[in-house]
């Protein structure tokens, strides 16, 4: 290849004489005026400011409703009156948790709750009642126990299709050393995994130990369940054995391995 040409040397060397070439500078950033500065964040702080004065200020965005959903027992006006929502407050400033917890403090038939602003002057209240599992007599009526053994209401009508529990250990060993709290834990764990057809017939459950659970059923029926331990199996046993024995009166699968029925 050719090298360059007398022209090409000559125009890469500087001549004699001339001053260097100076390496080219990055063009200086062009800075705001003062002025200019201050008027952004005056700007800025005003806008701040009226954000703030419209969320809790103003008369637009204020609680003027309470909306209730979810309520089975409970009426609306029952769960509005115990939130106690701070009506005519901004609805920014609005204490969600402290609304949550009075209505869990006041209303004990209420499991869960969510307490949510809807714009522009609403809050919300959904709430999640508690189910009964079983029932307890009591003077003012029946008293309603839920999947955890908590009692938490008291009704003059016993509910459909809800057992009533007989509490039958008074002074027995089992009470002394489980106690009737524990034996009460036990009788709705045997309730809530019933097998669905059983627990439509189910009219009563009497605990007289803990390890003697006892289901009385529609036409004259009992089951004869044992403690609440290995509550599946038994269920399988129950359900293999009424339909094995539809015309026996008493069934047996407090060995679930070997349940047995009879007539009698």
Do not use: H
């Not at 500065?37 to 200020?57: H, K, R, S």
């Not at 209303?107 to 919300?124: A, H, K, M």
């Not at 024995?245 to 679930?256: G, K, L």
């Amino acid at each position: 290849m050719a090298g360059p040409t007398t022209a090409e040397r000559g125009a890469r060397r500087p001549k004699k004489g001339a001053a260097p070439a100076r390496p080219s500078r990055p063009a200086p950033r062009r800075r705001l005026p003062p002025a200019r500065v201050l008027l952004l964040g005056l700007a800025a702080l005003a806008l701040a400011g009226g954000g703030a004065w419209v969320l809790y200020g103003s008369s637009w965005l204020r609680v003027e409703a309470t909306a209730v959903s979810g309520t089975r027992v409970l009426t609306p006006a029952q769960v509005e009156a115990a939130a106690g929502v701070p009506e005519g407050a901004p609805l920014a400033s609005v204490d969600t948790e402290a609304i949550a917890g009075r209505l869990l403090r006041k209303l004990p038939r209420i499991d869960t709750v969510e307490v949510s602003r809807s714009w522009p002057d609403t809050v919300e209240l959904t709430v999640t009642e508690r189910t009964p599992v079983l029932l307890a007599a009591s003077r003012g009526g029946y008293t309603e126990i839920d999947a955890t053994g908590f009692r938490y209401a008291t009704v003059k009508r016993p509910p459909a299709g809800v057992p009533l529990l007989e509490l039958k250990a008074a002074d027995s060993a089992s009470l002394r050393r489980f106690g009737r709290e524990e034996l009460t834990v036990s009788a709705v764990a045997v309730a809530g995994g019933l097998p669905e057809a059983v627990a439509k017939d189910t009219r009563s459950l009497r605990v007289t130990s803990f390890d003697a659970v006892t289901l009385e059923l529609t036409r004259g029926r009992r089951v004869v369940w044992g403690s609440a331990e290995n509550g599946e199996p038994k269920s399988r046993a129950l359900t293999a054995l009424m339909k094995a024995e539809p015309r026996a009166r008493t069934f047996d699968v407090s060995a679930p391995t070997a349940p047995a029925a009879s007539r009698g």
